[in-house]
């Protein structure tokens, strides 16, 4: 097949990094991909590392965009496209242009990005017409698709976003007294972190107000880390700052850690006992899968997508976002508890490998793909 991925973001978080890796197994099972995208470094360093064709086009408008639509129409004028795959829900209108303008593709709208507005009126009624098939990441997003758009159920398929577990797994030679010493991170603690864009959205001010209450407990005998880059949005601009100023005014900076992203993710995995998605409401959670392949009891907001990951009080713990205390508990449990931690650990390397192997969702799209041509 022939598919060409779509998608205008400037960003690089959990989304962009799954196009570029799903991109990458497309091409691997023997199928022509292109991608098209508005300049974003990150981006086109994942495609052009895997030698994958791509377009780098700054969109002309945000909607109906007629003009990006015709340039990609004319630097592709000779590209057979059997599928034109979308990831984001503002890009459909101009993908609906770009399909009638080829004339033969399939428009495939992968929905990563929940939404519980209503979109029933003429504008995204004729949006829904021209979509072929839509495939939502969770369950409880098909059934908020189907509430608030007017998308036929027939036309959903689900399919969770998956891990490659060649990748994240243990490694047994891992120095993980060299790693530390090298990050300036205490040993001999337990060790709690997230790994996330430096966001508000993200919500990582709440593990600062945890730990206040767990560290009279544990002194010495606990650590917190965050990993990630601060976003260039209106929800990340200096929330870096706001979050050291917080742990400072909290009196809390011998007991945190703050490091930017990094390419080599797995070590911090590879340190951490526990792992925290603190987000109050998060789409999906692909970082929950990454900390399970990596053998660690993880713990995430009752709300969105964590619900279907993580089997609650079998490896790891489900919370109320608007009930602290209630994570206090759950983190200071596994803290005291290693046969706990050990125990979840091991459900979670069992969950992941059963349900969210990488290689097998890939099969379920190209299936999905192939149905719909």
Request: charged letters at 30%.
């Amino acid at each position: 097949m022939n598919i060409l991925t779509l998608i205008f973001s400037p960003a690089w978080g959990g989304l962009e990094m799954f196009v570029g890796v799903l991109a990458k197994r497309f091409q691997d099972k023997g199928n022509n991909i292109i991608g098209v995208f508005s300049p974003n470094p990150s981006l086109e360093e994942s495609f052009r590392t895997n030698q994958i064709r791509y377009e780098v086009i700054k969109p002309t408008f945000p909607y109906i965009d007629f003009i990006t639509a015709w340039r990609i129409k004319k630097i592709l004028s000779k590209t057979e496209i059997d599928i034109i795959q979308v990831y984001q829900s503002k890009d459909l209108s101009t993908a609906i242009i770009l399909k009638k303008l080829f004339r033969t593709p399939k428009l495939i709208f992968t929905q990563h990005m929940d939404s519980r507005y209503d979109k029933k009126d003429l504008f995204h009624k004729w949006i829904y017409k021209n979509i072929d098939k839509v495939i939502c990441i969770t369950n409880d997003m098909k059934k908020n698709h189907i509430e608030h758009t007017p998308i036929k159920e027939d036309k959903i398929e689900v399919v969770h976003n998956g891990i490659d577990l060649n990748r994240f797994k243990r490694n047994p030679d891992f120095d993980k007294e060299s790693f530390l010493k090298e990050k300036n991170i205490p040993k001999d603690r337990i060790i709690i972190g997230t790994i996330a864009r430096l966001d508000r959205l993200k919500n990582q001010k709440l593990l600062i107000n945890v730990a206040e209450k767990l560290i009279p407990d544990y002194k010495d005998k606990i650590h917190f880390i965050f990993v990630g880059d601060e976003t260039d949005s209106v929800s990340g601009k200096n929330y870096k700052n706001e979050l050291t100023s917080f742990i400072k005014e909290k009196k809390l900076e011998d007991y945190f850690s703050i490091f930017g992203f990094s390419k080599d993710i797995e070590k911090f995995y590879s340190i951490l006992d526990i792992f925290v998605l603190t987000t109050t409401k998060e789409s999906f959670g692909l970082v929950l899968l990454e900390a399970m392949a990596m053998g660690l009891p993880v713990i995430a907001s009752n709300y969105g997508g964590p619900p279907e990951i993580i089997e609650h009080k079998v490896n790891g713990f489900l919370f109320d976002p608007d009930n602290k205390d209630e994570l206090v508990s759950q983190l200071s449990k596994l803290h005291s508890d290693e046969k706990l931690r050990k125990s979840m650990s091991e459900k979670s390397v069992g969950i992941v490998k059963n349900k969210f192997d990488l290689d097998k969702k890939v099969d379920e799209y190209l299936r999905i793909f192939q149905s719909t041509l």
